[in-house]
């Protein structure tokens, strides 16, 4: 069992996604960073799942912290692995490994900082966090009250409990991820995008423009979308009337709402691009300009307020390549011990 | 406008959108839906989850199981295997609404803008009780369930009585649960407290989403709208809605669900004895769609 002594900003139970709401309107929750998240059971020993739904199983479900601020206390012998954004993070006072697999005894504490570098920590531990799953996933969906622990972020004296486990965790704990593979969340983030159902609304230049910008994230973002300040784009004149009838002027205004699954960008009026994130809505009702690719979903997630971003075109095949890429990153051979 | 071929477009490398058109039609929707049956009864492999709406099918699929092209192909055969629709199955549900309600003043007043409800009359050149009679005069037909959990999509099966306004230029941080409120010609319902861009005219004392399934109405899932289901609004007091609330919140409510199957050949042939709207034939509309 796990102990919450301090909540921190925000930190919910998340797994890899509950799939098949999107005609419910039920987003997908689940880790923001994706990638963290399945390294970090990967270490502990947790059964492998796959990308953000794409898979039945969404595999254990972690600890994800936004920003820092955690303190918890275990009350069993665990194995645990930290992962993603570096927090500063101590055990029993002592600095405590990231990346790695390591044994938290019974009364001992983790504490989280504050994010360093990155923006959100993932903590998984052998067995997976307890909580009875909702419509197949164990992830919080805080907005809508449901999933992960009583449907809401943690708070100081829950008591999570652990899933069973069948290893024996003494012998996986000092497992690690190949150092190489350690991602650096600082600097400007280079964040690949699809071209959008919407991007031929835009003018020429203002589809270069966002591409060219270095835009950075508004401090209003989070897991349902990540907002990005900079210049206002524009978009082609000649708007039909019947749909200025339907929806007013505003050429950003799309007469209804198409599907905007996790990663879409849209770009209200023209002013700063929403990537949708793994809580947004369903469906959108503004020009969608591209679609962040599935890998790089984990890039958006750490991204600290503030920070610089920029988007790079790719195509559909490199999209597809790239998390080809990612899926051979995330498995044993690049686990030493 | 209605397109000759549904157009498929990339989200990014997992999903899809199939658009077959850039307006608001419930016929091109009842394509949509059975699109999605003939979909979900036989998902080509690969396929995560389907998401219709109004004039688009979204897919969300695993581009490790199987390509985009092999998608592609297996969904073009599925649009002409879908065809024409003649019949669909549609739940028939009776809406209580609050019109013109202090919880959508209180969040224009928080947003700095005008009392939707004025807008939104304002707009459409109509007084705030012609808005309500107007709203209350004819079925809406739920094209697509999305936005927020439990959140629908709905329009005038009318269309002399369809009308609506704009979103807001930038979305709300917050809306109280269970909100009415027209984004363009759509009216739906906000189920939860979530940010927002729609024009709020109305609150209804009923669950559109249930996360812990305590009504009957609820068994099968938290969420009350299915895409395909006729809403009928009744325009209610602010002592009834106080009742109505009050039976909800006690599990008592009936929300009286009627299954029945709906005719879309004998609609579609009234509505186009009705005449196509001029504005759907603009001359001027040069978008390319490309």
Excluded at chain 1, 278 to 299: C, E, F, L
Excluded at chain 2, 113 to 122: D, H, K, L, P, S
């Amino acid at each position: 069992m796990i102990e919450i002594l301090r909540e921190g900003l925000h930190t919910t139970v998340q797994d890899m996604g509950r799939r098949g709401g999107q005609s419910l309107g039920i987003p997908p929750s689940g880790a923001q960073d994706g990638f963290a998240l399945r390294i970090a059971n990967l270490l502990v020993g947790n059964s492998g799942s796959g990308p953000l739904i794409l898979r039945d199983d969404p595999g254990a479900a972690g600890l994800e912290i936004t920003m820092g601020g955690l303190e918890l206390r275990a009350r069993t012998n665990m194995l645990v692995a930290l992962t993603g954004a570096d927090m500063g993070a101590s055990c029993n006072s002592e600095p405590a490994p990231l990346w790695s697999a390591f044994l938290l005894r019974v009364g001992q504490t983790l504490g989280f900082g504050w994010a360093k570098s990155g923006a959100r920590s993932y903590v998984a531990v052998n067995g997976g966090i307890d909580v009875p799953t909702y419509l197949g996933s164990r992830a919080t969906h805080v907005s809508g009250r449901f999933g992960g622990f009583q449907g809401r972020a943690l708070k100081e004296g829950d008591h999570l409990h652990i899933g069973p486990t069948n290893s024996d965790i003494q012998s996986l704990a000092g497992r690690h991820l190949r150092p190489e593979l350690i991602p650096d969340y600082d600097g400007l983030r280079k964040v690949r995008v699809v071209r959008g159902p919407e991007a031929h609304l835009f003018t020429r230049e203002s589809e270069a423009t966002f591409y060219d910008t270095e835009w950075q994230l508004n401090p209003k973002s989070n897991r349902t979308g990540m907002r990005f300040i900079g210049p206002q784009l524009s978009f082609c004149p000649g708007r039909p009337k019947y749909l200025i009838k339907e929806a007013g002027e505003d050429p950003s205004n799309l007469v209804i709402d198409p599907g905007a699954p996790v990663g879409t960008i849209q770009v209200p009026s023209g002013i700063e691009p929403i990537v949708h994130c793994v809580d947004a809505p369903s469906i959108g009702g503004y020009a969608r300009i591209g679609t962040v690719i599935s890998t790089d979903m984990s890039t958006i997630g750490q991204l600290q307020p503030l920070q610089y971003a920029s988007f790079v075109p790719v195509d559909h095949d490199q999209a597809v390549a790239a998390l080809k890429h990612q899926e051979s990153l995330i498995d044993e051979s690049n686990i030493l011990h | 406008m209605i397109y000759d071929q549904p157009i498929f477009r990339t989200m990014g490398d997992t999903a899809l959108n199939i658009e077959f058109g850039d307006e608001t039609s419930i016929v091109l929707n009842f394509r949509i839906l059975m699109l999605d049956r003939v979909i979900r009864e036989n998902p080509p492999l690969g396929l995560v989850e389907t998401n219709p709406q109004v004039r688009t099918l979204g897919v969300v699929y695993d581009p490790l199981a199987t390509t985009l092209y092999k998608m592609i192909a297996a969904l073009t055969e599925m649009v002409d295997e879908a065809g024409e629709v003649t019949e669909l199955p549609s739940r028939k549900l009776i809406i209580p609404a609050y019109y013109d309600d202090p919880w959508s003043r209180e969040c224009a007043e928080a947003f700095g803008v005008q009392n939707n409800m004025e807008y939104i009359a304002e707009f459409n050149d109509m007084t705030v009780p012609e808005v309500i009679e107007t709203h209350t005069a004819c079925d809406y037909w739920v094209t697509g369930v999305g936005f927020v959990p439990g959140a629908f999509m709905s329009y005038a099966m009318d269309p002399r009585l369809r009308f609506g306004a704009p979103l807001y230029p930038t979305p709300r941080s917050w809306t109280h649960s269970r909100l009415l409120n027209f984004g363009g010609t759509t009216s739906t319902i906000y189920p939860i407290r979530v940010p927002g861009g729609g024009q709020l005219f109305g609150r209804t004392p009923i669950n559109i989403f249930d996360p812990l399934q305590n009504n009957a109405v609820f068994a099968d899932s938290p969420v009350l709208a299915k895409a395909g289901d006729r809403h009928r609004y009744r325009s209610i007091s602010r002592e009834e809605y106080g009742e109505i609330r009050a039976e909800v919140k006690a599990g008592r409510y009936d929300y009286k669900v009627e299954e029945e199957s709906f005719d879309c050949s004998s609609y579609a042939a009234w509505l186009k004895s009705l005449g196509e709207p001029p504005e759907l034939r603009d001359p001027d509309a040069t978008w390319s769609l490309a």
